[in-house]
């Protein structure tokens, strides 16, 4: 009896340790609450860059998304966009976009929100997606200042 305890004791213990290293596991890749984008993004926003070389971000290969409603008027060069749309850009390292090596998004703010590159606000996100940085991001809005024609909007369909 005494042996049995002793048994299901340790058992019980090795079962706690599986279960929080893999909490702790899956908190890493767990997308940050705090981020602009929700992490269905993938199957609830419009895919509108398949996989493609950027030359701004870093030399890195891009995916990019944009919340549903912003992606006809994204098509048809309909600016401003509306408030609440989103823009994501998936960074990968390799040219089959299989990994994710950072997040770049932008989120539009209500007009005359007076943004320091259009009404938008900025974030950047690591490969664990957790935020890095968020708001009127400079390193950000003095590259996007040039796309003034398409809404501050860098990619054109
Ligand atoms: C050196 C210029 C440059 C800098 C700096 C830059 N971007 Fe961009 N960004 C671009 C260009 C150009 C595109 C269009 C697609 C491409 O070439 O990657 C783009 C595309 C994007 C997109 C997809 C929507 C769009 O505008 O096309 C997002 C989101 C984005 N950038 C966010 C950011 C964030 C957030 C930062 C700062 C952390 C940032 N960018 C810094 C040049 C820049």
Redesign the pocket.
């Known amino acids: 009896m005494a042996h049995t305890q002793r048994t299901s004791t340790e058992r019980l213990t090795r079962l706690a340790l599986i279960a929080l290293l893999a909490t702790a596991a899956g908190c890493a890749s767990e997308l940050d609450s705090n981020a602009y984008f929700p992490k269905t993004y993938t199957s609830d926003y419009a895919k509108i860059v398949k996989c493609e070389k950027?030359?701004?971000?870093g030399g890195k290969y891009?995916t990019?998304y944009v919340t549903k409603d912003a992606e006809t008027p994204w098509k048809n060069k309909s600016y401003p966009f509306s408030e609440g749309t989103v823009?994501?850009?998936v960074g990968h390292s390799d040219s089959a976009c299989s990994d994710i090596s950072g997040y770049?998004?932008?989120k539009k703010l209500a007009a005359g929100s007076g943004g320091k590159a259009g009404d938008w606000d900025?974030?950047?996100l690591d490969a664990d997606g957790q935020v890095t940085?968020s708001g009127q991001?400079g390193?950000?809005t003095?590259?996007?200042s040039g796309?003034k024609d398409n809404d501050f909007?860098?990619?054109l369909p």
């Open positions: 950027s030359g701004a971000h891009v990019t823009f994501v850009k770049f998004a932008m900025w974030q950047s940085g991001l390193g950000c003095g590259c996007h796309y909007v860098g990619t």
